[in-house]
């Protein structure tokens, strides 16, 4: 069994930065994926940034690249999502999840099957 439990979320305006930490608990092994998810309130769950425990693979969806950066602390069990030059329309609950199936990085909700509670950001303009 593995726990995520995120944190970090808050209110920041325009143009400021938040960093997540997604804290795992149990056993993690190299080849997992963590993802970083977002959900605004009305619609769909979307990936915006994904890492390979391993760290040797990296995703980061269109609108985020240059902007957000995910790392991982193997010694802290934990991953980070650094998110700059924030925008109102970042504004959504994120949540870390864990794919243990794939190989690679995937993109869709469905194979991920471990998640954390979420935490919200919200961007004021």
């Known amino acids: 069994q593995v726990q995520l439990v995120e944190s970090g979320g808050g209110l920041v305006q325009a143009g400021g930065s938040l960093r997540l930490s997604c804290a795992a608990s149990g056993r993690i092994v190299s080849t997992y994926v963590i993802g970083w998810f977002r959900q605004a309130p009305g619609e769909e769950r979307e990936i915006v940034a994904a890492?390979?425990?391993?760290?040797?693979?990296?995703y980061y969806e269109d609108s985020v690249k240059g902007r957000f950066t995910v790392s991982r602390d193997n010694a802290k069990n934990t991953v980070y999502l650094q998110m700059n030059s924030l925008k109102p329309e970042d504004t959504a609950v994120y949540y870390c999840a864990l794919d243990q199936v794939n190989t690679g990085v995937t993109t869709s909700a469905k194979w991920y099957d471990y998640w954390g509670q979420g935490t919200q950001v919200t961007v004021s303009s």
């Open positions: 890492i390979k425990w391993s760290g040797t693979t990296t």
